[in-house]
């Protein structure tokens, strides 16, 4: 069983940075593949980034490949989402998600067994 909580949302200019944070429970965190997903209103959840057990593979939906940066601290219990160059349609719920299946990059909704309560990211214009 993991717990997930994320931090670091909030209200940031069009062009401005963010760093969201997500605080894992469990000594198994480093066995757990990570993922960030977000969900605007009215819309469907979907695939932000994702990141291994070990941290050696990423990958990242198209629409913030360049701006944003997913890392772990596996020391640390912590996967972390840095958000840059934001822009208003970044604005949604971002939620941090655990998947059992650590060697292999998930993007999927239905691969991830463990879900954090989110976190608002509003970006004005």
């Known amino acids: 069983q993991v717990q997930l909580v994320e931090s670091g949302g909030g209200l940031v200019q069009a062009g401005g940075s963010l760093r969201l944070s997500c605080a894992a429970s469990?000594?198994?965190?480093?066995?757990?593949?990570m993922g960030w997903f977000r969900q605007a209103p009215g819309k469907e959840r979907e695939f932000v980034a994702t990141i291994t057990r070990s941290g050696g593979s990423t990958y990242y939906a198209d629409s913030v490949k360049d701006r944003f940066l997913i890392s772990r601290d596996n020391a640390k219990n912590t996967v972390s989402l840095q958000m840059n160059s934001l822009k208003p349609e970044d604005t949604a719920v971002y939620y941090c998600?655990?998947?059992?299946?650590?060697?292999?990059?998930?993007?999927?909704?239905?691969?991830?067994?463990?879900w954090g309560q989110g976190t608002q990211v509003t970006v004005s214009s």
């Open positions: 469990g000594r198994t965190f480093s066995s757990y593949g």
């Open positions: 998600a655990a998947h059992r299946k650590g060697i292999v990059v998930v993007t999927t909704i239905f691969g991830y067994d463990y």
